[in-house]
């Protein structure tokens, strides 16, 4: 169907959504670029001197930087384990025959699509709270001291409330990607005198790999981003002890105000979710030819 | 595999799944039953399950102090316009690329999920800067905007991937049969592409009716959809348990439903087609 | 009316040139089919014909008319593709009916032609059914059903019957030259199967690699082979090719003979017996160890018993030998 006529035509259709998606990308992103050079705060109007990388000494040399740098990090990959380990013992789970898959299925999908605002809230007032709180209540029937986990293990209790958030996310697409496995396959390998856990391990995990890849890849994107739940939660605190990369940019530029620093630290987390990025594309590239 | 599996290791099964199905369902099932509680009966001690005097009142209270209405509306309109926006937008160009694919068509794919990529963080200054020179910091209009661009690549990625499955065959059919372009899209193209589009509006609708960093930063009282307005609720409001369960009940139900509904869709749309 | 002549034709995609300037002529009411291993061209060609594809240069006339601009739609021709390709969404009524649809034809003219197909196709019963809901013959009916309502210049097919199975193939190939009988229309038939270009054509295309090896009738092929390509290719099982001093004794690089062409009993040529195929109407040897070629296949009529390790004589008939020179072309 490659006619010129056609060609001319598909250019036309596709080029709104190539300049608005440009546009997009560039204005602002050049804009970051471009204050975080600056000294620029809206707190104190005037000239807005050229300052060269002293955004970046002054944001890369926080403390603060350091810590969210590291809790990015146990954010992202806390999240992960307990998602793919969880996902995949799930996705086993609903594999199996039972009575009632489609509720089951139901109520396991379902955090997925809670809106981060009410999950946070709802898990921090309604079950994590010290004295009003489900597990203060439990704590309380088997006999210890009821635990302030926002306040004592901050990061821990984030990562506890965004896994439960993507838990069905990563068994969804983990049980998708295993009944995907073509039957056959598991009957050659019985007939082969494969062990129920042997054809687990050498057949449906690997047949899960590329899945599990993908999972990885996309949360950790989604994870790099984690606002929210840290804002309704913890804001950030105790001190900086649940405070990520997002937050801490978000804090200097909407917080205090100083726009250069912030834009400094919105640029380390542009190159920072980029080399995920890379390694995204790559995959979702080969599936494209495939 | 087709083979006899036991009663009892089906019933081992179901009583095993249930039971993790329903503590991770849990926390939505405490919330809606929190929601019918009257504020004392909700940090009961011990906590009531099922038997206590259900009642309303919760729900007309949230109404009534903060205008729930109005919130409930910015989000429907919200997520709709944007989806609805970003329809119009990205179904031409799906269609060029899934039916006239070029030397580049794979390249601008790519280039458009590389945005999708961008953290929201890394853009948040200039686009607030640029939302407030403008005038649209807590508008409809802005939020829509931004949803609608942040969303877009994610719309086009997944009608491509429903539009590429349409055989061109049967598009080439209809040209030998002597359809014009328009007569081939309204009566071949829209009609097998119904599904796909019905899939990717429900999954957008949920991506932009959940989403909780442009809609926390970019809106203050005016036009904060609901996500912004339950963040409302993190003190010392949310200490009332039953009206934060209420608000929060109302906020998440018509997604939970949709998205029950769209869980098959949801897969595909996530993963940009490398799971199906 | 359904004359098509191809005049230096040529296609390129990007750097590829898979079609070199060519020349063809079909005339009126012929069944031309085009054959040639897979990615020789013959389905970009049809194509080019159908104006699914640009041409890179060159003229394509239908009747005369200069058509290389036309789009496809008003070319006046029809086509059944590989896939069938039917509208999932649409009855079979709607189905065979939307060209008729497109071309703007009234309710009471559409419905007598549609009903008119289907009884000429055997449809009537499955109107109303989706294409979903019908086997693959019937389906395949179904998009032979929407080609020949338009009453076009000229049919098109593209491998039609390669989805389905061995017995249905049969069947359809045998529809599709009794249709052909009956309308008098010129059809263009792509395919694979050089057992279906044998029985169907009135004129074959050999292709390879976009070029056209050579035209003729299904018998002059078979028997004029105009070179080794050809030779091999038409008729089954293959030619047996012997190169060598055998070929030395023909004045002839390498010469070729038939299966049917070979046969058992006395002889000059002796080998031992391997695999042998009975179909009860005829038996094929595959005989090693002959001196001559890996292998040579030999077809003998009726039940023939030999067993694997016996040797036998075999003996080719000279006046059906075709010789090739050093090009492989054929050598007169």
Redesign the interface.
Known sequence: ???????A???F??A???V??LA??L???G??IY?SFLRYNLLMPGANPFVGWENYSYFLTDPAFQTAIVNTLLLVGGVLVITIAGGIA?AV??D??????G?????????????????A???????M?PV?G?FA?LA?VIGVQPYDFLTQAPLASIIGIVS?QW???AT??LL??MQ?LD?EQ??AAEMDGASAWSRFYHIKLPHLA??IT?VVL?QT?FL??I??EI???TNGGPGTASTN??YL??AE??LRFD?GT??A???V??I???I??IF??R???K???A | MARAVTNKTKAINTAIAWTVGILIFFPILWTILTSFKSEATAIADPPVFLFFDWTLDNYTTVQERSNYFRHFMNSVVISIGSTVIGLAIAIPAAWAMAFVPGKQTKNVLMWMLSTKMLPPVGVLVPLYLLFRDWGLLDTRIGLVIVLTLINLPIIIWMLYTYFREIPNDILEAARMDGATLRSEVIYVLLPMAVPGIASTLLLNIILAWNEAFWTLNLTAANSAPLTAFIASYSSPEGLFYAKLSAASTMAIAPILIMGWFSQKQLVRGLTFGAVK | MGRITLEKVRKSFGETQVIPPLDLTIEDGEFVVFVGPSGCGKSTLLRLIAGLEDVSGGEIRIDGRPATDLPPAKRGLAMVFQSYALYPHMTVRKNIAFPLKMAGMSEDEKKSRVERAADVLNLTDFLDRRPGQLSGGQRQRVAIGRAIVREPAAFLFDEPLSNLDAALRVGMRLEISELHERLKTTMIYVTHDQVEAMTMADKIVVLRKGNIEQVGSPLDLYRNPRNRFVAEFIGSPKMNIVEGAEAGRHDAHAIGIRPEHIDVGEGPWEGKVGVSEHLGSDTFFHVHETGLADVLTVRAPGEVNHRAGDKIRLSPQLDKLHRFDRDGLRIT
């Open positions: 169907m490659a006619t010129q006529h056609s060609r035509a598909a250019r259709m596709i709104p959504s190539v608005l998606l997009w990308m204005i602002p992103l804009m970051t204050f799930l789970l609903l199996q025959p039972m009575w009632g898959t509720i089951v299925r139901i109520m396991v999908i379902s955090p997925f699509f809670v809106m981060p605002t009410v999950s809230l709802v898990w921090k007032n309604m079950f709270n009003n489900l209540y309380d439960w838990l069905p996310f969804l697409i998708t990607a995907s039957s598991l009957e590329r899945a993908v996309i994107i790099l981003s606002f929210a804002l309704v939660t990369l997002t940019v978000y530029s909407l726009v912030g834009s630290g919105g640029v987390a542009i920072l979710a980029n995920v990025a995204l594309m995959m979702i590239g599936n494209l030819d």
